[in-house]
């Protein structure tokens, strides 16, 4: 099955300490791209990645980081987590331009 | 379920009834438009796409509008079932080559039976 898979699901931690949000589509798709959704604020792009080996900011990079080692993968890294980094998380990839999005099932971060 | 916005539009119909979901965009150089589907506790989903070069397009129960004179986007879902409740999302790419979407902040359908 095409998928976009993200793991964790939830994930509560301490303000601090790193963390890693793992993401890996089986769709051979060049395009991967990092969003948190808040109430009210709608999705926000933090980053993405048109190739491998390639990243570029979205619209609220502060606090994060990517890497694209793989066509596959493309973790979202937070290497001193935040109360305001609290948020629902979500991966998607696409294939060429003008292609719709397949987006992951979500990861609940809570940090206190 | 994770409430994905509050304060979104609301749209609320009769199971049965054609639903429209309204959207206006930003950018008049966007060329390609996408709504999504977001149920509780998911990722936003793929429905329906269109490009600028046309000004209506259907799917399996979903229609398309797009009015570039005016920035208009709808969406129309015929026969509303109760698993259409969700928050619909617009979006647009913008004008450029980085394959950024531009993204509405959605519109909540309740559908009663």
């Known amino acids: 099955e095409a998928q976009v898979t993200q793991n964790p699901r939830y994930l509560i931690t301490v303000t601090g300490k790193k963390l890693t949000v793992t993401c890996s589509q089986n769709?051979?798709?060049?395009?991967m791209s990092w969003y948190r959704q808040d109430p009210g604020l709608g999705l926000r792009q933090i980053y993405y990645?048109?190739?491998?080996?390639?990243?570029d900011k979205g619209d609220v990079p502060e606090g994060y980081k990517v890497s694209r080692k793989e066509k596959r993968n493309f973790p979202l890294i937070l290497e001193s987590p935040s109360p305001n980094q609290t948020s629902l998380y979500f991966c998607?990839?696409?294939?060429?331009?003008?292609?719709?999005?397949?987006f992951g099932s979500g990861t609940r971060l809570t940090v206190v | 379920g994770e409430s994905v916005g509050l304060h979104l539009p609301t749209l609320s119909v009769q199971e049965g009834d054609n639903s429209i979901i309204n959207c206006a965009y930003s950018?008049?150089?966007?060329?390609?438009f996408i709504w999504y589907k977001q149920e509780s506790g998911k990722g936003p989903q793929f429905i329906i796409d269109?490009?600028?070069n046309m000004d209506k397009r259907q799917g399996q129960r979903v229609t398309v509008l797009l009015n570039k004179t005016v920035k208009h986007l709808s969406l129309q879902i015929a026969a509303t079932q109760p698993g259409d409740s969700a928050v619909y999302f617009c979006a647009e790419y913008g004008a450029g080559n980085n394959r950024k979407l531009i993204w509405g902040l959605g519109t909540s359908l309740a559908v009663n039976p």
């Open positions: 950018n008049s150089a966007s060329d390609y």
């Open positions: 998607a990839s696409s294939s060429g331009t003008g292609a719709g999005y397949t």
């Open positions: 269109i490009r600028s």
């Open positions: 769709m051979n798709h060049e395009y």
């Open positions: 990645s048109m190739n491998v080996e390639v990243t």
